[in-house]
Nanobody
Framework: VQLQASGGGLVQGGDSLRLSCTIR????????SGWYRQAPGKQRELVAQ???????TYAEAVKGRFTVSRDNAATIFSLQMNSLNPEDTAVYYC??????????WGQGTLVTVSS
């Protein structure tokens, strides 16, 4: 399984941004797809994830602002980020966990939110 993330960039506070992650390989083995982020000097944290049945989970800090989704073919999953603020500045990583509980990571994509 290989993941390719895209969509990061520099935006102003209050703006929106959409990240996408393309899954290549044994995508049918993926049980959970998600997004993590790592801000400077901080540990990587879970932002949002979506399970095989489509159930989403969000970190408290992004509830109501971010939406995780997945296409029906499970080839692309996305993170729609609205009402961005400077605290959302981080490198965002997509992640997919397969049925054997192995995690697969995409390369990070930088999101910078200016105040």
């Amino acid at each position: 399984v290989q993941l390719q993330a895209s969509g990061g960039g520099l935006v102003q506070g209050g703006d929106s941004l959409r990240l996408s992650c393309t899954i290549r390989g044994s995508r049918n083995s993926i049980d959970v797809s998600g997004w993590y982020r790592q801000a400077p000097g901080k540990q990587r944290e879970l932002v949002a994830q979506i399970s095989r049945d489509g159930s989403p989970t969000y970190a408290e800090a992004v509830k109501g602002r971010f939406t995780v989704s997945r296409d029906n073919a499970a080839t692309i999953f996305s993170l729609q980020m609205n009402s961005l603020n400077p605290e959302d500045t981080a490198v965002y990583y997509c992640n997919a966990q397969d049925r054997w509980c192995k995690g697969h990571w995409g390369q990070g994509t930088l999101v910078t939110v200016s105040s």
